[in-house]
Nanobody, 120 residues
Framework: QVQLVESGGGLVQPGGSLTLSCAAS????????MNWYRQGAGKTRELVAA????????IYADSVKGRFTISRDNAKNTLYLQMNNLKPEDTAVYYC?????????????WGQGTQVTVSS
């Protein structure tokens, strides 16, 4: 089946770092741009970062620019999000997303999410 699976979340102190991974399977990963979204408690889901198919261009939300880095390894079918200098406001469930759609995936493809908690 077509699937995205996030990993790497956890509890970290302010100023710390985490790297999230998203493993893709069941589709041609290199044919799709990829996105990281996050959703904090009681908040709407927001785009954190995006990367083109070949990984040659990226965009970031202003709130994470300079602290987060999105990357991908097409040979490994894996998307990454390196998060540095984490802040409490980064606390959220982080989701990877691909603009893949089929009859069973009408709203694009989402992973299950991984929790990131930044707290002292």
């Amino acid at each position: 089946q077509v699937q995205l699976v996030e990993s790497g979340g956890g509890l970290v102190q302010p100023g710390g770092s985490l790297t999230l991974s998203c493993a893709a399977s069941g589709f041609t990963f290199s044919n799709y741009a990829m996105n990281w979204y996050r959703q904090g408690a009681g908040k709407t889901r927001e785009l954190v970062a995006a990367i083109t198919r070949a990984g040659n261009s990226t965009i970031y939300a202003d709130s994470v620019k300079g602290r987060f880095t999105i990357s991908r390894d097409n040979a490994k079918n894996t998307l990454y999000l390196q998060m540095n200098n984490l802040k409490p406001e980064d606390t959220a469930v982080y989701y990877c997303n691909a603009p893949y759609r089929d009859s069973t995936t009408p709203r694009s493809l989402w992973g299950q999410g991984t929790q990131v908690t930044v707290s002292s």
